[in-house]
């Protein structure tokens, strides 16, 4: 019977064993989509090519990407207007949110992007200088970080998933006005309508969660009910929740129940993303959250400590309550920014949390030590590579700070690493 199954399929002109594709053409049906190799989850990109890899290929449609905002603002605000300018260069629908900036003018300053070879040649002198430094990095780096897989972070000559950006260019405003996008700016939103509450939610973060939700099932978003024209992704933007722009003051003690406002919405948003073609990126002032909770917690335990235990932790909370979390950690006002082990970078990169999708463990890159830096047009996320004792480029006052920092690595270090002694190489 199998071989006359097979001798009837030989006849047809195909193999009797043939791979059912139905499920994956579906996926690649949307355009800047993939479909990921290791859970088949829908992968879209961030808009920068380093932080894909970083995070397992893409983010994930229907996930929540939380980016934990650097001291000033600055890098988080770039990983944003990436994310943002690569669904302009999709085509994809965006909704933009904001307490601070205004929408028009975020939209205004998206990075330029580089389409074709014409413009990549534009990088040409600085995409030299990159790979000059890798191959010279190379020359003196650590055995220990060898063999570690390669993190795309120069442009290649074409690439069908994401996209590279200038960032000392702005976009034009004909490919910028060329997509569907919708804003919401706080400060219209409340002089709009009276000020209002829900579920126990201060007004900012209910007339947003309706705002999303109203375009997620009057576009076509909705999972629930497939969409009659050609699929697309609706990319959602929010910047700087959290902050006290949005009314979110959670040492506030006269409305308490504003304390959880925060949670409540990523809670409500997160199901709003599970079923509709959407993904979503926010960015969280985590510093100035943190020094609140600190002051809450002091302020409060000497007047209730209950009341103390309650309310604490509000960004565990907030990471657990989000798919992926990378924090920023920049070197401007810190130590680290006048130390010569770190003079090739401008922060750290942390990566927190990646969703299990499909699996039971995580797809997380085996590079633990990120960190990135900002050139004249390009942002990329790298290996933190620290230079080899014997360099010409650390002095020999700099040994015993080089050993402290090795130590701090969690993944590349090697046994030497551990004891108190510099690095012997």
């Known amino acids: 019977m199998a071989a006359a199954a097979g001798g009837a399929a030989r006849g047809r002109g195909v193999t009797s064993f043939q791979r059912k594709a139905a499920a994956g053409s579906r996926l690649a049906a949307v355009v800047g989509t993939r479909p990921s190799v290791r859970h088949g989850q829908l992968l879209l990109s961030s808009g920068l090519p380093s932080l894909d890899c970083v995070l397992g290929g893409g983010v994930a449609v229907g996930t929540l990407l939380l980016i934990e905002e650097d001291k000033y603002g600055l890098y988080s605000n770039l990983l944003f207007k990436y994310f943002l300018a690569e669904g302009v260069v999709c085509g994809h629908h965006l909704f933009v949110a904001s307490a601070k900036d205004h929408p028009d003018n975020i939209l205004k300053e998206l990075p330029a992007p580089l389409l074709d070879d014409t413009h990549r040649n534009e990088l040409g002198e600085e995409a030299t200088a990159v790979k000059s430094e890798d191959f010279q990095d190379s020359m003196k780096i650590a055995w220990r970080y060898q063999n570690l897989p390669k993190i795309e972070a120069s442009p290649t000559t074409s690439t069908k998933f994401g996209h590279y950006y200038d ?27 009276p000020k209002t509450k829900t579920c126990n939610m201060n007004s900012a973060y209910a007339r947003l969660l309706h705002s999303i939700q109203r375009i997620i099932y009057q576009e076509g978003f909705d999972g629930s009910d497939p969409q009659k024209k050609q699929k697309t992704i609706l990319r959602i933007g929010i910047q700087s929740l959290g902050s006290m722009l949005w009314g979110d003051d959670i040492c506030s003690n006269d409305t308490p129940e504003d304390i959880h406002s925060l949670t409540k919405f990523l809670y409500v948003l997160r199901g709003l993303l599970r079923k509709s073609l959407s993904a979503c990126i926010i960015t969280v002032p985590a510093h100035l959250i943190q020094v609140l909770e600190y002051l809450q917690m002091l302020s409060v335990w000497i007047l209730d ?21 990378v924090g920023l950690e920049s070197f401007i006002g810190s130590e ?56 010409d480029t650390v002095s020999r006052a700099s040994k015993q700070d080089l050993a402290e920092s090795a130590k701090l690595l969690s993944s590349g270090c090697g046994a030497m690493a551990i004891g108190k002694k510099h690095l012997d190489f």
Request: charged share 25%.
């Open 167 to 193: 960032v000392s260019k702005t976009m034009s405003p004909e490919l910028s006005q060329s997509t569907k996008w919708h804003s919401f700016y706080l400060p219209e939103e409340l002089s709009s309508q």
């Open 305 to 325: 400590a209950l009341t103390a235990w309650k309310n604490k932790a509000i960004m565990e909370r907030v990471t657990n309550l989000s798919d992926t979390v």
């Open 336 to 391: 680290r920014e006048t130390n010569p082990l770190y003079k090739d970078y401008h922060g750290l990169v942390h990566v927190h949390q990646i969703p299990r999708l499909n699996s039971l463990i995580c797809d997380v890159s085996d590079t633990k030590d990120l960190a990135f830096r900002l050139k004249r047009k390009l942002f990329t996320i790298e290996r933190l590579h620290l230079p080899p004792d014997l360099s």
